[in-house]
């Protein structure tokens, strides 16, 4: 099965990447030595690629390395048992567990104040008064 | 190993390479230090993915193709063309032409082509068929030969 200006082209990654079968790579260098237009276009594909891998740009500044580094790290020793205590799974299953619950009950416990304290806000800015938006 | 070291040897390890592309793909340096702190804010939220993909580049490209990604789908202003007379003059902007591409476009031909990264590991992160990113390989080839020979 010969080669044609289209077939190449649909397998240009893999020709490019030298993963073809060689005998389909020969088939298609014979191809470029017979059609100008696409021996052309594979020379143009071979600049491109030249020219992204030559591609710079400016390497990670050093300010950038320690403001991400001190950030994140900071953030995770607050958040994450395991980096500062070293504790066991089950134990901060039981920290994290009571923490949470005990956040529930603490707003729990507020809510029928919540109300009160209201009420003293606008008083203690003279208001005529006490808004019932609730 | 501590969060800690985990972090510093993310950044030894692939600090140069996520910034690089993200000056690549976002020209604002204050918006690329901006990214380049998020993708690795999600490094370090995200680690227990790991074990999900085969090496732990495809799960870094995963992280950073999907930050910039969210973010230049919002801000990404596809310019024209400078009108220049010759291909060699064209090439001398080359950097111009590669940013007209989209990012996905960008993105994939560095990760390939600058980064030597092989397909299967790139499809493999972005949850996406083999096939179809060669074909998306080739076409943004072919769009940049166009612009610049056509």
Known sequence: MGINCFKWQNQLSDYLDHSLPQALEKEINDHFNQCKKCHALFKHYQILMTQI????????????????????SGLFHFFTFSSRWKLPWYLQTFFKLTFFLGGIFFILSIAPNIHEWLKKFFTLFNSKKFPYFF | MTKKKQIEYWLLTYGNFIFECCTALIKDPKNTHWVFQIIFKNL???????????????????????????????????????????????????????????PEDQMLLLLKQKYQIPFFEIAFALHLPESSLKFQYQQALKMLELWIWA
Do not use: C, G, M
């Open chain 1, 53 to 72: 891998t030559e591609l710079s740009f400016s390497p990670l500044p050093s300010e950038l390395k320690k403001k991400s580094f001190s950030h994140f």
């Open chain 2, 44 to 102: 370090s939220l995200k680690s227990k993915k790991i074990k999900q993909f085969p090496t732990e580049r495809s799960w870094v490209i995963k992280i950073l193709w999907d930050q910039l990604h969210n973010f230049l789908s919002q801000n990404h202003i596809h310019s024209l063309k400078k009108p220049t007379l010759n291909p060699q003059a064209r090439l001398q902007h080359f950097d111009f032409y590669f940013q007209n591409l989209s």
